[in-house]
């Protein structure tokens, strides 16, 4: 079957560093997804990966390596608006988009 | 402000009750995706549709239908509701070429 993990909550203070892992395994891929939530918000768009390597925007930064089925999402230099949770979302073979539960990030000051 | 427009926000059914769960999108979209969402699991497919005209099942269609009509709306029914069915319900819609879904508000239903 198709999965995706990614632990289900990450504790964090303000000002640091945070990686927030996700590993998968699916019938194809065709490209990694990140989402930000926020609590009894929609998801929106951060990143997508579909080569091997380090995508920087800004603060946020997403890794991808295909031969492991791993990606990861780094955000630094973090704030508090930065609580919320952190989808990651693959591409399968036939395009269709599966989705791990999400990481609830929570960061203390 | 362009985007996708859910409706109602909130809602509490009693169960066996119809209920349509409206979308709307204006930024010409081809393809329009209805989840839902529930604690502890990922956003799950209900069912979508890649163009006007044209709609499929997800990973989770039992008790909901859909239509597309044209291209703006895409409406979701649940016939007879049950308990199982509270969710927040998302809709979405992506142009087909980045794969980016972009998010409606959410529907937050409740079946009793």
């Known amino acids: 079957g198709q999965n995706i993990d990614q632990p289900t909550e990450m504790t964090a203070t303000e000002g640091a560093i945070v990686q927030i892992n996700c590993t998968y395994q699916t019938s194809g891929f065709n490209g990694l997804f990140w989402y930000q939530q926020h609590a009894g918000e929609a998801p929106t768009f951060l990143s997508y990966?579909?080569l091997d390597g380090l995508e920087e925007k800004g603060r946020f930064s997403s890794f991808l390596s295909r031969s492991k089925g791993y990606s990861y999402l780094l955000l630094k230099e973090l704030q508090m608006k930065d609580s919320a949770s952190y989808l990651c979302a693959v591409f399968d073979s036939n395009y269709q988009l599966i989705w791990g539960a999400g990481t609830k990030l929570i960061i203390k000051p | 402000i362009a985007g996708i427009t859910q409706a109602p926000t909130s809602q509490i059914l009693a169960a066996g009750r119809r209920m349509t769960l409206r979308c709307t999108q204006d930024m010409r979209h081809n393809a329009m995706y209805w989840y839902r969402q529930d604690l502890g699991l990922g956003l799950r497919l209900i069912h979508y549709?890649?163009?006007?005209?044209?709609?499929g099942k997800g990973e989770v269609p039992d008790g909901y239908s859909v239509s597309r009509a044209n291209t703006d709306d895409f409406p979701l029914t649940l016939a007879s509701a049950v308990p199982s069915q509270t969710s927040v319900y998302f809709c979405?819609?992506?142009?087909?070429?980045?794969?980016?879904?972009?998010f409606g508000e959410g529907s937050r239903l409740t079946v009793l």
């Open positions: 549709s890649n163009t006007a005209g044209t709609t």
């Open positions: 990966n579909v």
């Open positions: 979405a819609s992506s142009d087909g070429q980045t794969g980016e879904l972009f």
